[in-house]
């Protein structure tokens, strides 16, 4: 049919102008190039945030207690989506350990907790969220956990662990 004809002579085409824009006269920048220019970009702007103090990257060395409303109000929410299967809606503990009372299993203090969700407990059957959560995600999910501590839950699971005052 002349429409198939004709859509093989537009491909001739655009090959001729694509093989004369990017390798005979190179005026445009094969991907190789553009990737690295992009790289290039991207640790230019990381260096800029650095300079500023506005690059700080969370991890269980500097992790901080987050204590206002917003923070731990999107913690409540990760919680209730992704731990409450296995900690209960309010902490109380079902598969996995009560998080409101005093005794901790893996330890108790922010950068402890923040570091059993971001790794996980393989052995235990908690995944590792860090793939899933980013720093900040798991900063407040952390802050929302210490927030209900020393609540009381209706049928909260055994104490586990080790008391951490």
Not at 11 to 22: E, K, L, R, S, V
Not at 55 to 65: G, K
Not at 83 to 106: F, I, K, M, R
Request: glycine content about 8%.
């Amino acid at each position: 049919p002349p429409w198939w004809l004709y859509s093989f002579y537009l491909t001739i085409f655009f090959a001729i102008i694509y093989m004369g824009h990017y390798h005979l006269f190179n005026t445009g920048d094969l991907m190789i190039a553009e990737y690295q220019n992009e790289l290039l970009e991207a640790k230019q702007n990381i260096e800029t945030k650095k300079a500023s103090g506005n690059l700080v990257i969370i991890d269980e060395t500097n992790v901080e207690l987050l204590t206002d409303a917003i923070s731990i109000e999107t913690g409540a929410k990760l919680y209730a989506s992704l731990c409450a299967a296995c900690h209960g809606s309010e902490g109380q503990g079902l598969v996995g350990p009560n998080l409101t009372d005093p005794y901790w299993v893996h330890g108790g203090e922010i950068k402890e907790i923040f570091r059993s969700i971001k790794y996980g407990i393989p052995e235990k059957g908690m995944i590792a969220w860090k793939s899933q959560l980013s720093p900040s995600q798991i900063q407040k999910v952390t802050s929302f956990i210490m927030s209900i501590q020393g609540s009381t839950p209706p049928n909260p699971k055994a104490p586990e662990g080790n008391l951490v005052e």
